[in-house]
């Protein structure tokens, strides 16, 4: 089967849809399966990997680290893409990559799908500042809506997305189908070596959040509760892996809660490298976003064997599972503080919880994930070849000027 991606994301944009379609098409080659992927250019350069058509992209206004590609480029790409005979389309993000997927596939008379990775409902207010939250969310839904009912079937990483969808309409089929882990990736890292890098003591206490440094990440609670940790801990570390729009007010938060001593922003670190090293030179892993629509970033620390300390809410219910490399928390800062500290403080746990955590993340093999993608695929064009969620063949017409 050939299949052709489209996104208005990918590397060396970093985020969870970025490692999802790397992931996805890498497993999908084992499996005898051909991708191709439309993405936009960066000014950081192309990644280099085979079979990226990268289309001009300008800055995106109220998201500097996102690009939008250029719409003429996209329409221009349809007759060469049409020649590489695809057998499905599947769309990776809502934007001009919602539109220009759906417009091949009805050009070529194949199937579209589209991965639902982001809860749209639950961040977009904080990107829109000046519109009312209850106006933004309901945009979001119908906006969701619409883009989905559209498409022959969806895609989402867990159940709670599964059931967003269904409360907004969604007459689509959907299926679940998480992002696994490529364990080839996370092989190595050396904890001594990034407490060193950062000048950090070999015993000092260190919790790690890794991830886009974003409002919706909920990264402003961790700070609130690491206030309830140094009381128990007071050597205790936070650092901060990633970067994004909330980096700012979560430095003046920090400053604002005499942080300065506990909290690290250490920004991007290389996925193949250092990231491995921050992982591993943790105590346990902290994580609070109560939008996430799968975690996977909990799946890495935990087949490195860092112990999870999380709420368990949208896409984490699905993977958390209490004892089993992570201990669960309320969505209390004291309480999870509390969580914390029996942590920190007891070694027994710790190392109890750091073997849970490697097993555990083994059921978690992005083989077996990519083969469940490929059944959906299966369905889904047996399903157009019968006659089944038919679209008619439209013309590659632009959904927002250029």
């Known amino acids: 089967m050939r299949i052709l991606y489209v996104s208005d ?13 790397r992931t996805f098409r890498a497993e999908l080659g084992r499996l005898g399966h051909e991708t191709a992927l439309v993405a936009p250019c960066y000014p950081a350069g192309d990644t280099g ?12 206004p109220l998201d500097r680290e996102d690009r939008a590609m250029r719409w003429s ?3 221009a790409l349809d007759r060469a893409l049409a020649a590489e005979r ?9 934007f001009l990559a919602h539109y220009a997927g759906l417009a091949f596939a009805r050009a070529w008379g194949v199937p579209a799908i589209a991965t639902y990775h982001t809860l749209f409902e639950e ?11 209850a106006t933004m969310r309901a945009l979001a839904r119908r906006f969701s809506r619409g883009q989905c009912n ?8 867990s159940t709670p997305m599964h059931q967003a969808l269904l409360r907004y309409g969604v007459a689509a089929p959907i299926e679940i189908v998480p992002t696994g882990l490529r364990f080839e990736e996370l092989r190595g890292g050396d904890g001594a070596r990034f407490r060193a890098a950062h000048g950090i003591a070999p015993n000092r206490p260190v919790l790690a959040f890794v991830g886009r440094v974003a409002f919706e990440k909920n990264i402003d609670f961790l700070l609130r509760m690491l ?38 922003f250490l920004g991007y670190l290389d996925r193949a490298t250092a990231l491995l090293d921050c992982y591993r030179g943790a105590d346990a892993f902290v994580f609070a976003s109560r939008t996430e629509t799968q975690g996977l970033v909990l799946l890495e620390a935990m087949a490195l064997g860092t112990p999870v300390v999380a709420l368990a809410v949208m896409g984490t219910r699905d993977i958390l ?34 073997a849970a955590a490697v097993e555990y993340a083994r059921e978690w093999g992005a083989a077996e994930m990519a083969r469940r993608l490929c059944g959906v695929y299966e369905r889904v064009t047996a399903a157009r070849a019968c006659g089944e969620r038919s679209t008619e063949s439209q013309p590659l017409a632009s959904p927002a000027g250029d």
């Open 49 to 60: 990997e085979a079979g990226i058509h990268r289309i001009e992209s300008r800055s995106v």
């Open 227 to 264: 206030v309830n940790v140094r009381r128990e801990v007071p050597d205790v570390l936070l650092v901060v892996t990633g970067e994004g729009p909330a980096e700012a007010s979560l430095k003046r938060l920090a400053k604002a809660l005499q942080l300065d001593d506990n909290v690290r």
């Open 123 to 133: 961040y977009l207010f904080h990107y829109v500042p000046f519109a009312p939250e």
């Open 9 to 21: 994301v990918y590397f060396p944009r970093v985020n969870g849809v970025s490692t999802s379609i």
């Open 73 to 75: 480029e996209l329409r």
């Open 150 to 157: 559209a498409l022959d079937r969806v895609v989402v990483p």
């Open 321 to 354: 599972r209490e004892g089993r490399g992570a201990l669960i928390a309320p969505d209390d800062e004291r309480e999870f503080a509390a969580r914390v500290v029996a942590l920190l403080s007891d070694r027994e746990l710790s190392a109890a919880l750091s």
């Open 86 to 94: 695809f057998d499905l389309v599947h769309i990776q993000t809502p």
